[in-house]
C-alpha cells in the first residue's frame, strides 16, 4: 500500500470518526448522516493530499505541519459553507490532519525498515 | 667495587632488549603497551615518514611457536579488510630472529576508559554495534576473536571503532589444533575456559560480546532498562545454546531496542509494553490525546 492510499483509508476512517462524535451535541443530532459524509469526504481529501506530499517528503515535523495546515484549510471550507461554528469543526479538523500527516509519515519508515 | 644504580641497569636491559631495527625502513620512537606475545612501539617509516605501531615478540622462543602464532596474527589481520581492523603494511624478522609487524598507527581511547569517560547510552550501543559489525565480518570469513574484552577495543577520535589483538584468533576449519586456554578471564566464554577448542564457535564471541556489553553499561549513570540488562545476559548465557546464534542476532537485538521494538531476550509485562509502545509513538500519542481532550472541552463547551 503506497502513502496515499494510506493516508486516503486513515482519512476517511477518521472522518467517520470525527462525524460520529456529533452525537454528542444534540442539536446536530439530526444531521448526523449528512455530517458523518461530509467528514469522511473531507478526511479522504485531507488524507490523499497529505499522503501524496508525505511520498514526496520525508520528514516527521514538516509532515506534521502540512497535515495541520490541509486539515485546517479543509475545514475551514466546511466551516465556511455551515456559516459558523467555525471554531468547533476547524480545531478537529486541523488535528486530524495532523494526525494523520505524522502516520503516513511514520509508515513510510517502517515500510522502508 | 661499586654496584651500578638501578636506573642504569633498567637503561641497560632497556638498551638490550629494544628491537634493532637498523637495515629496515623503520625507526623507533617510544613503547606504546605490552600484551602477552608482544611489545607494541610507534615506529616511523622513514621511507614514507608516517607514523606506524611496530609489534615485535617479546621472546626469542626455541621451539619458533610463539613466532608461528604471531604471524599467523598478521597473516590474519591481512586477510581481515576491513574499517574496524587496523591495516598491517608490514612482516618482517629482525636481526636477532624475533618477528614483527607493521601496522597503522591508530590514535584513540580504549573502550574501558572511554566508557567511564560518561558517554550517553546511544553513544555505548554506537560503538558496541560497531564493534558487532567488526566482529560479524570476520566470522563471515571464518575468523573468531577468542579475546574480545574493552581492553582490545579502541574507540578513535573521530568515533571509528577498531577492534585490535588477534593474537588468539582461529581461523575455522583449519586443521585441528591443540587444546589451550587462550583469553581473559572474566570474558572467556565457559568452553572456552574449558579448553575445548572443538566446541568454539561465532557463540564464544558472542558470550565475549555480551560481557563486553555489559562493562560498556554497569558505568552508565542513568537508569539501565532492563531489556538492555536482558540482551547482554542472553548473550553472555553459560549454555551457548542459550545465547544468540550469531553476532548479527546480537546486533540486531541491540537495534530492536534502539528503535523501542520488542526485544527477543526479554518478556515484558503489558505495562511494560504499552509504556513502550507509548514512548515509541510519543507524538502520536500527544495528538490523539490533544484531539481527544479537545472533543471533551468542546462537549462542555456547546452543551445547552
Keep these: 500500500m503506497n502513502r496515499p492510499v494510506f493516508g486516503l483509508l486513515l482519512g476517511g476512517f477518521l472522518g467517520i470518526f470525527d462525524g460520529l462524535t456529533a452525537w454528542f451535541t444534540p442539536a446536530a443530532r439530526a444531521g448526523l448522516l449528512g455530517i458523518v459524509i461530509g467528514s469522511t469526504i473531507k478526511g479522504i481529501i485531507t488524507g490523499v493530499c497529505i499522503g501524496y506530499f508525505a511520498k514526496k517528503v520525508h520528514s516527521l515535523g514538516l509532515g506534521i505541519m502540512f497535515g495541520l495546515a490541509v486539515g485546517m484549510f479543509l475545514a475551514f471550507l466546511v466551516a465556511l459553507m455551515q456559516h459558523g461554528y467555525y471554531f468547533e469543526i476547524m480545531l478537529p479538523g486541523s488535528l486530524l490532519g495532523a494526525i494523520v500527516g505524522f502516520a503516513t509519515q511514520r509508515y513510510k519508515a517502517e515500510a522502508a525498515a | 667495587m661499586e654496584s651500578l644504580p638501578d636506573a ?3 637503561h641497560m636491559r632497556e638498551v638490550v632488549t629494544e628491537p634493532d631495527f637498523s637495515g629496515s625502513p623503520y625507526r623507533l620512537i617510544g613503547e606504546i603497551g605490552r600484551g602477552g606475545m608482544g611489545v607494541v612501539y610507534l615506529g616511523l617509516d622513514t621511507r614514507l615518514g608516517r607514523r606506524l605501531a611496530l609489534k615485535v615478540l617479546r621472546i626469542i622462543d626455541a621451539d619458533g611457536q610463539a613466532a608461528e602464532r604471531m604471524a599467523e596474527e598478521a597473516r590474519i589481520l591481512a586477510s581481515l579488510e576491513h574499517p574496524g581492523i587496523v591495516p598491517i603494511h608490514d612482516l618482517g624478522t629482525l636481526p636477532d630472529g624475533r618477528i614483527f609487524y607493521a601496522m597503522k598507527f591508530v590514535e584513540g581511547t580504549r573502550l574501558d ?3 567511564h569517560g560518561d558517554p550517553l547510552l546511544a553513544d555505548r550501543l554506537r560503538v558496541f554495534l560497531r564493534i558487532c559489525e567488526t566482529v560479524s565480518f570476520a566470522h563471515s570469513q571464518g575468523v ?4 574480545l574484552k574493552p581492553a582490545n577495543i579502541m574507540v578513535g577520535q573521530f568515533g571509528e571503532v577498531l577492534v585490535l589483538d588477534w593474537g588468539v584468533a582461529k581461523v575455522t576449519g583449519k586443521a585441528h589444533e591443540p587444546s589451550l586456554t587462550a583469553g581473559t578471564p572474566g570474558y572467556m566464554a565457559p568452553e572456552q575456559v574449558a579448553g575445548a577448542t572443538d566446541q568454539l564457535d561465532a557463540r564464544s564471541d558472542v558470550y565475549s560480546l555480551g560481557k563486553t556489553l555489559e562493562a560498556l553499561l554497569v ?3 542513568g537508569q539501565i532498562p532492563k531489556r538492555l540488562q536482558a540482551i547482554w545476559k542472553k548473550a ?7 545465547r544468540y546464534a550469531t553476532v548479527l542476532d546480537l546486533a540486531r537485538e541491540i537495534e530492536r531496542f534502539q528503535i523501542g521494538d520488542r526485544v527477543l ?3 515484558e509485562t503489558i505495562g511494560e ?3 513502550r509502545l507509548a514512548t515509541r509513538n510519543r507524538t502520536l500519542v500527544l495528538l490523539v490525546a490533544a484531539y481527544l481532550a479537545m472533543r471533551i472541552v468542546l462537549f462542555f463547551l456547546t452543551k445547552p
Design chain 2, 265 to 267: 531476550a526479554y518478556r
Design chain 2, 273 to 275: 509494553r504499552v509504556g
Design chain 2, 113 to 115: 576508559r572511554y566508557a
Design chain 2, 144 to 147: 573468531i576473536h577468542r579475546d
Design chain 2, 236 to 242: 553472555s548465557s553459560a549454555d551457548r545454546g542459550a
Design chain 2, 8 to 10: 642504569v641497569i633498567g
Design chain 2, 219 to 221: 558505568t552508565y549513570t
